[in-house]
């Protein structure tokens, strides 16, 4: 692969996440060979421009205090001999430029446009800075989300309003033949484009839609499109992406090595089998083995840390650590097996004895089936024919209820399809413990890490126990069934649960309020319910 390349990805608005992935020399150890880091367009001060865009000493000492990390980090990679770029969004500008600017830069809407041609000309001199002063390689762009929580005195909004799809398909033409212009033929340096998007008929996911922009867009060998290995986002029970190994561009393959949809490696978590070889609930089975000889795929970009919000929040590294082992070096050899990897891991970096390593690769497969089937709800989700976005009653470090459920009953109920879900919540639990069991069996001479991967497989028994019992209050509840006995069940489970977060090594507990919902409202509001209508004595 001519770029192998890994991004710490910070959740949006915390502190920067202290990982040894942000280490050049880890990196290179894997066979990386580009370290991407995030947002170092925020630290241009268009000083070009002949204006002070940071006027204050508040945004002054922001501007001082991030460029020091930046650009330590960068110099950092470069002296160990790596390719930097960076990831950031577009489009993101200084408040005190869009302000004194906004006529010239900005819509009817009060929009950054990519029509108007200020809006060019400032990322002129962003491109000519970010190459020159700090010597970037290449920069990966995003447009399908903004984010502004890590930088108090900027603003900005997508460079593609999403809405009328011929639209945005114009604007998508416009911008990169833009970006083109000025990254790839003035600077000579690499442009990946992310298509990333939620939608199953848009950029990312819809194969005629990809078609539709970029043959429209002059390839140019530095012009390179991002695409996720999945149609949507890194789920389970979606299909393997369209869009990978078509059209007339080069391509990289995105892969996330701590889902954030999946625990974050709070609990045993292994991908990399169904992500090379192919998940075994899609039809095709279709993995990376499939495409990685095609002339389109040049890269691979991996999220070591990182994706989503909030927690769990890790103390052990190990999970992310093997399944960044595993597709680095993948990407430097695919004529190598995934168990063939897997096992020298197991190996070399534990010192596991070939029988036990083999014991480790079986239930490491079995976590694959395990956090399908209960993270997911396959019989709905099947239902949705691999286009649509799978029920995520779970995510990041939350718990839903049925204001998250309530559609996905609506379609189990009146299908009979209720029973089905409850005993694909009760096949998850009864892998995840005898996964708990098989770890517990192995001779792992690290003490520590021991240690942590057995009670990574612990916490996993008692997540996935205390979801089961959620589950069958979610099915009673809808029915307006008495749940007093299940909620007194529910509160042991819950204490036993959250006693994980005294052991050695823990990892932080999920919780009962869910993101992005109207006050926080999740689990917490249907166990609120049920207490206060469905537990007479």
């Known amino acids: 692969m001519e ?14 996440t202290k990982t040894v992935f942000r280490q050049p020399e880890t990196l290179l150890k894997l066979g990386y060979n580009t370290q991407i880091i995030k947002n170092i367009s925020t630290i241009v001060d268009f000083s070009a421009m002949g204006e002070d865009f940071f006027p204050t000493p508040e945004s002054k000492q922001w501007l001082q205090t991030m460029t ?27 408040k005190a430029m869009v302000d004194a600017y906004a006529d010239a830069l900005c819509d009817e809407n009060g929009k950054i446009s990519v029509w108007k041609e200020k809006t060019k000309e400032v990322h002129r001199v962003m491109l000519d800075e970010l190459f020159g002063k700090f010597g970037l390689d290449g920069l990966i762009i995003r447009v399908g989300e903004t984010y502004l929580h890590d930088t108090p005195f900027h ?15 114009e604007a998508f033409v416009e911008l990169l033949n833009f970006l083109r212009e000025e990254v790839c033929q003035k600077h000579g340096k690499y442009l990946i484009f992310r298509t990333w998007d939620c939608k199953p008929d848009r950029f990312h996911a819809d194969d005629s839609y990809y078609l539709d922009v970029t043959d429209r867009i002059a390839p140019h060998e530095k012009l390179i499109f991002s695409i996720k290995h999945t149609a949507l986002d890194f789920w389970r029970n979606v299909r393997f992406n369209p869009c990978l190994t078509i059209g007339k561009h080069r391509q990289v393959v995105e892969v996330q090595c701590q889902r954030e949809y999946e625990g974050k490696c709070a609990y045993p978590s292994y991908v990399m089998d169904g992500i090379i070889n192919g998940f075994p609930e899609n039809a095709l089975k279709k993995g990376l083995k499939d495409i ?27 999970w992310c650590e093997l399944n960044t082992y595993v597709i680095s070096a993948y990407a430097c050899d695919h004529s190598r097996t995934e168990e063939e990897i897997f096992l020298e891991f197991a190996q070399n970096r534990m010192q596991l004895t070939p029988e036990d390593a083999k014991k480790f690769h079986t239930l490491c497969q079995k976590v694959q089936s395990a956090v399908l089937h209960g993270r997911y709800i396959t019989a709905y989700d099947r239902s949705l024919n691999e ?32 029973e089905e879900a409850l005993a694909e919540k009760e096949l998850a639990l009864t892998e995840w413990e005898e996964i708990a069991a098989g770890l517990n069996a192995l001779h792992i001479p690290d003490p520590v890490l021991g240690e942590f991967i057995r009670n990574s497989g612990e916490y996993a028994v008692r997540l996935y126990r205390l979801g089961l019992c959620c589950f069958r209050i979610f099915a009673k509840c809808r029915k307006l069934q008495n749940v007093r006995k299940l909620l007194l069940q529910y509160d042991r489970l819950w204490a036993e649960y959250k006693e994980l977060e005294g052991f050695p090594q823990a990892s932080s507990s999920y919780c009962d309020q869910y993101i992005f919902s109207p006050d926080n409202l999740g689990l917490n509001e249907t166990i609120a319910y049920c207490r206060q209508h469905l537990a007479d004595e």
Request: charged letters at 25%; glycine letters at 12%.
């Open 3 to 16: 770029l192998i390349m890994d991004m710490v990805h910070d959740n949006p608005g915390e502190a920067r």
């Open 68 to 94: 020091d990390v930046l650009v330590g980090e960068l110099t950092r990679a470069k002296a160990a001999g790596m390719m930097v770029m960076s990831h950031i969004d577009l489009f993101v500008l200084p």
């Open 387 to 418: 286009r649509r976005m799978p029920s995520l009653w779970t995510r990041d470090d939350r718990i839903g209820g049925l204001r998250q459920l309530n559609k996905v009953f609506d379609y189990l109920e009146p299908n009979g399809l209720v």
């Open 155 to 169: 603003t900005g909004n997508g460079a593609v309003p999403y809405g009328d799809i011929p639209q945005e398909k």
């Open 292 to 318: 990685m000889d095609d002339p389109h795929i040049c890269g691979i970009y991996t999220w070591s840390r990182g994706g989503g919000w909030f927690g769990p929040y890790i103390q052990n590294e190990f």
